[in-house]
């Protein structure tokens, strides 16, 4: 079985959730005996579409034109959508009906779910990370249930053992509060998150890169006030500093608008950390009642949820049930069984 594992041209230079999770599919793909290759747009023609099955990461305007060209030329591909939104289904269906009426009536005019549906309609399998995402897909996108595949995002084992005394030994701080994501980007919510940290007198850590915007520099501006928050702008995910982090914090916050599900929080759920997190995006699926949700329009929810998870006990429930659901070893045969299926050579999902 040959698979090629494409995404927009971006996906590299934002260290986000969706590099992680290419890197890591490709990684246990291969130890599970998948040959694999990550798509190179400047081979020939003939190398490029030498494999059994394209696996399409995201269903947006930037992986748009291959989906068409694959669909058009009769190449089976699946997609992890990577899609979601607070709009409800039934939203969503209006718009991606008037999508389709404005497209016929006058042409060059798309809307992002309609971009959305066509990927989704046009591979031969959808994958999402969450019953939510699926929940959207089928009744807004009106992708067949038969074709949808809740395949869950991962985490990998090596953050069950982060030392907590290398981040203590560069930075001097214990038992603290982390965050780890993207800082000035909108939806990460950043913002109302540093706020509710300012209503409290605990140490703090956001670790993120700084995404240019206005939001980024009012995160930084009331950051600077706040001197019980230190703001690591930036490390790798594959960083022993970062698996340090997760190690030595006590409480892992994650206050998105929404989040499917947020690999961050697997990370840090996994290291030992009791997590806080937004209820948008099918978190719920992932930590059940072994976590704090907030509201994360409410910088008064954010500070009690935080509040409330620093007073809470820590125990191991969380870090089982992530280490026994959602290793990147039990993704990665889920979705071969998926490429199973679609390529007829194993049992059909139902």
């Given at each position: 079985m040959k698979?090629?594992?494409?995404?927009?041209?971006?996906?590299?230079?934002?260290?986000?959730?969706?590099?992680?999770q290419i890197q890591q599919t490709r990684?246990?793909?291969?130890?599970?005996?998948?040959?694999v290759k990550l798509m190179d747009t400047w081979e020939e023609r003939k190398a490029v579409l030498d494999c059994d099955l394209f696996h399409l990461f995201a269903s947006n305007f930037g992986t748009y034109d291959l989906a068409r060209y694959l669909k058009a030329h009769d190449l089976p591909f699946v997609v992890s959508p990577i899609f979601f939104t607070r709009r409800s289904p039934r939203a969503v269906?209006?718009?991606?009906?008037?999508?389709?009426?404005?497209?016929?009536?006058?042409?060059?005019?798309?809307?992002?779910?309609?971009?959305?549906?066509?990927?989704?309609h046009w591979a031969e399998h959808c994958l999402p990370n969450t019953?939510?995402?699926?929940?959207?897909?089928?009744?807004?996108?009106?992708?067949p249930v038969d074709a949808v595949t809740v395949v869950p995002n991962g985490?990998?084992?090596?953050?069950?053992?982060?030392?907590?005394?290398?981040?203590?030994?560069?930075y001097g701080i214990k038992e603290f509060v982390l965050h780890v994501g993207h800082i000035g980007v909108e939806r990460k919510n950043t913002l109302f998150l540093i706020r509710a940290l300012g209503k409290l007198d605990v140490p703090a850590v956001i670790i993120g890169r700084i995404y240019p915007s206005k939001e980024a520099a009012a995160c930084l501006e009331e950051a600077g006030r706040n001197r019980n928050l230190l703001i690591i702008e930036g490390l790798d995910h594959d960083s022993p500093m970062l698996s340090a982090a997760y190690a030595a914090c006590d409480v892992f916050v994650l206050p998105a608008r929404y989040e499917t599900p947020g690999i961050?929080?697997?990370?840090?759920?996994?290291?030992?950390?009791?997590?806080?997190?937004t209820p948008y995006g099918g978190t719920k699926d992932y930590f059940g009642n072994m976590a704090t949700y907030v509201n994360p329009y409410s910088v008064d929810s954010i500070r009690k949820g935080i509040e409330s998870a620093l007073s809470r006990d820590t125990d191991d429930r969380l870090k089982r049930h992530i280490q026994e659901n959602f290793l990147w070893q039990r993704v990665?045969?889920?979705t071969v069984q998926v490429y199973e299926s679609v390529l007829g050579t194993g049992v059909q999902i139902s």
């Open positions: 698979i090629t594992l494409a995404s927009y041209h971006t996906v590299t230079l934002r260290h986000g959730g969706p590099k992680t990684n246990y793909l291969e130890q599970a005996g998948v040959e269906r209006l718009v991606s009906t008037a999508d389709r009426l404005v497209r016929h009536l006058i042409p060059g005019i798309w809307s992002d779910y309609g971009i959305t549906r066509d990927i989704c019953s939510a995402e699926q929940h959207l897909m089928v009744s807004g996108l009106g992708i985490v990998e084992d090596r953050y069950l053992n982060g030392n907590p005394d290398l981040f203590y030994q560069k961050a929080a697997l990370e840090a759920g996994l290291a030992g950390a009791k997590v806080v997190i990665a045969q889920n």
